[in-house]
């Protein structure tokens, strides 16, 4: 008899990354899963994209890419970020009330939601009053065994003490970088050094991991009785776009098909390490 799939969702921005080298599907919650979907789930984006041409090649693209989606077509364009790169590192400029600023409720991302066994959120998509409405809703539906995983991906302005404490409150895994950790730190109240500061949030928070990756150096998996480092290996980097991404749901499909947190890690470097040798977040597997 066949294994059942892990069902992984991500909620939130779905958009087209405008690369030097040409435009690219992107978002972080739909990158999550679109690499969730390589390491072996089954993967579905819930957002929302305009009612435009751009809005069909991303369906076009998710179905390409064999993955699952419950969209809401809007009255809005669909999403871009001009992404400008030095030294393969990007910076982003997003374009504001654009679609996935309007997702909406639907009865069948309800319904998905209530059978997940992991789901991906961030800070971004929660800009807008609608969509942070929409993400709380759905995430109210999701067992409380699944997994809730959330990828800070601080941007611009777009986040809060507020907003933070909120989606903490609401997962039971977190991810963060080196310097989303320093601003935290600086909102929190946080202790300075890296592994306190990470341990604090794992107890306040009742978290079963903190997850802190820190570029080219190391990344770090902090858990109540359990802590895993490793380095970041070394590769010739194309660029980063959707590295940590591409981290988070190849740890999250590990974990779900029962491996150890460390060999979750393990795969989660390779599978980033991978992705920053490759242009644009859903480089194709080999």
């Not at 799939?5 to 991500?10: D, S």
């Not at 998710?62 to 669909?78: D, F």
């Not at 499909?253 to 242009?279: C, D, N, P």
Request: charged share 20%; net charge neutral; proline share 4%.
């Amino acid at each position: 008899m066949t294994a059942k799939l892990p069902l992984i969702i991500g909620i939130g921005e779905l958009l087209w990354d405008m690369l030097p080298a040409g435009k690219r599907a992107g978002g972080a919650p739909a990158n999550f899963v679109y690499h969730a979907a390589r390491a072996g789930a089954q993967g579905y984006v819930v957002s929302a994209v305009g009612q435009d041409a751009l809005g069909d090649e991303l369906l076009q693209e998710l179905e390409k890419n064999k993955i699952g989606h419950c969209l809401s077509r809007v009255p809005y364009p669909t999403g871009t970020v001009k992404v400008t790169l030095k030294n393969g590192i990007p910076d982003y400029e997003i374009v504001e009330n654009v679609a996935w600023d309007h997702i909406r409720v639907s009865k069948e991302a309800a319904a998905l939601m209530k059978k997940a066994d992991a789901v991906c959120f961030g800070t971004l998509a929660s800009r807008s009053p609608e969509s942070r409405r929409t993400i709380e809703t759905l995430l109210s539906y999701t067992p409380e065994k699944a997994l809730r995983f959330f990828d800070i991906n601080l941007r611009g302005n777009y986040y809060s003490y507020g907003l933070i404490d909120t989606l903490l409150k609401k997962s039971n895994i977190f991810k963060i970088n080196d310097e989303e950790l320093t601003v935290l730190q600086n909102l929190f109240h946080l202790p300075a050094q890296e592994e306190q500061a990470c341990m604090e949030l794992l107890q306040r928070y009742g978290l079963r991991c903190v997850i802190l990756t820190a570029g080219e150096r190391h990344s770090c998996i902090y858990a109540t009785d359990e802590k895993s480092f490793l380095p970041t290996p070394k590769v010739q980097v194309a660029d980063t776009v959707g590295a940590g991404d591409s981290f988070s749901g190849a740890f999250t499909t590990s974990i779900l098909t029962g491996k150890s947190l460390k060999e979750a890690h393990a795969a989660a470097v390779r599978t980033a390490a991978f992705v920053s040798s490759r242009s644009g977040a859903w480089p194709i597997y080999e």
